[in-house]
């Protein structure tokens, strides 16, 4: 999972996820958000900022 490899870096991980949900049904989008709050990342639920 591309996530896995950029969880270390918040704001990379906080592109990779609305990118994610974009292309997910809405079952893997739940997943998805159960990995993250397993993985005790707070992304905050906002798009992210282009800088």
Same mark, same amino acid.
């Given at each position: 999972?591309?996530? =896995?490899? #950029?969880?270390?870096? &918040?704001? /990379?991980?906080? &592109? =990779?996820?609305? &990118?994610? $949900? %974009? #292309?997910? @049904?809405?079952? =893997? #989008? @739940? =997943? /998805?958000?159960?990995?993250?709050? $397993? %993985?005790?990342?707070?992304?905050?639920?906002?798009?992210?900022?282009?800088?």
């Amino acid at each position: 999972m591309i996530l =896995e490899k #950029v969880s270390f870096d &918040k704001h /990379l991980l906080q &592109k =990779e996820y609305w &990118k994610a $949900k %974009q #292309v997910l @049904r809405e079952t =893997e #989008v @739940r =997943e /998805l958000d159960y990995w993250l709050e $397993k %993985q005790r990342t707070d992304i905050s639920g906002q798009k992210p900022t282009c800088p």
